[in-house]
């Protein structure tokens, strides 16, 4: 009972924010900076919500940060599961150094390699597409972390299970497909809750690469919510960011098992 207690007082802090959010979607403007401040609304209003998808295309922004998210984790997942399994199952030379220099990715913000990559995309003809922002998330940094897990994952198969492979007559690619991978559910699952995530709620790519609002992903969308003197409309941009929760919150529900106990057998988990 005690422990309960003590866990429903801890959880305020981190669930504040979401009902805030969730009844601030209700409130007229003049409430927003009331002081002091109030959770449910004085005055409950329509007009916030009801201007969601009239704004700005609001509906298509959703379907496409699901499409890029869906794409972007399936294709991490591949990449991040193929190379693990590499380094973890397949000796070759200066694999301990060449893991060293992949890891290494994950120290160098985004931020810092934008001006080549914006000159690559733009000489390709690519801008104002999705494709910068598929191919990036994939096969740039933002992978490393999907390899790391993987291969610690696959750093604890037992050696037996390919050998008795090996023995039925499988290759390298077949014990990967029918053996090594099927067996790495939480693994996937800790990597696809984190690419899902970053993908849907990405926003710095989209801002450097992309022009039309209907190429816009639901992240950068919601700083387009503006009434005719450019100031923002506050309810209805928290009513849409509310709505956006509601993805990642499933993908969570559904996978959040597997993904502590991938974590926890990469040696990630706090």
């Keep these: 009972m005690v422990l309960y207690s003590l866990l429903t007082i801890l959880s305020i802090p981190f669930l504040y924010p979401m009902v805030w959010m969730i009844f601030a979607a209700f409130k007229p403007a003049s409430e927003f900076f009331a002081l002091p401040p109030r959770i449910l609304p004085q005055e409950w209003t329509l007009e916030g919500v009801s201007r969601i998808f009239t704004v700005t295309p609001f509906a298509q922004q959703y379907l496409n940060s699901l499409y890029l998210a869906a794409v972007i984790t399936i294709g991490s997942i591949a990449v991040g599961a193929l190379a693990g399994y590499g380094f973890a199952r397949i000796r070759f030379p200066f694999a301990g150094k060449l893991f060293l220099v992949l890891m290494s990715g994950m120290m160098i913000p985004g931020e810092v390699t934008i001006i080549p990559v914006f000159r690559w995309v ?149």
């Design 122 to 270: 733009t000489e390709l003809g690519l801008m104002n597409t999705h494709v910068p922002l598929i191919v990036l998330p994939i096969f740039g940094p933002a992978t490393v972390i999907g390899v790391f897990i993987f291969r610690q994952y696959f750093l604890s198969l037992p050696a037996e299970l390919e050998e008795a492979a090996r023995l039925d007559g499988l290759g390298r690619l077949g014990i990967f497909a029918r053996i090594a991978f099927p067996l790495a559910g939480p693994a996937v699952a800790a990597v696809a809750i984190m690419k899902f995530l970053a993908a849907f709620n990405m926003y710095f790519e989209p801002l450097i690469f992309l022009r039309s609002e209907e190429l816009f992903p639901v992240g950068l969308g919601l700083t387009r919510y503006q009434d005719g003197y450019g100031e923002p409309l506050y309810n209805t941009q928290i009513g849409a960011t509310a709505l956006t929760v509601i993805p990642v919150l499933i993908v969570f529900l559904f996978a959040q098992r597997q993904f502590v106990e991938g974590l926890s057998r990469t040696g990630l988990k706090g």
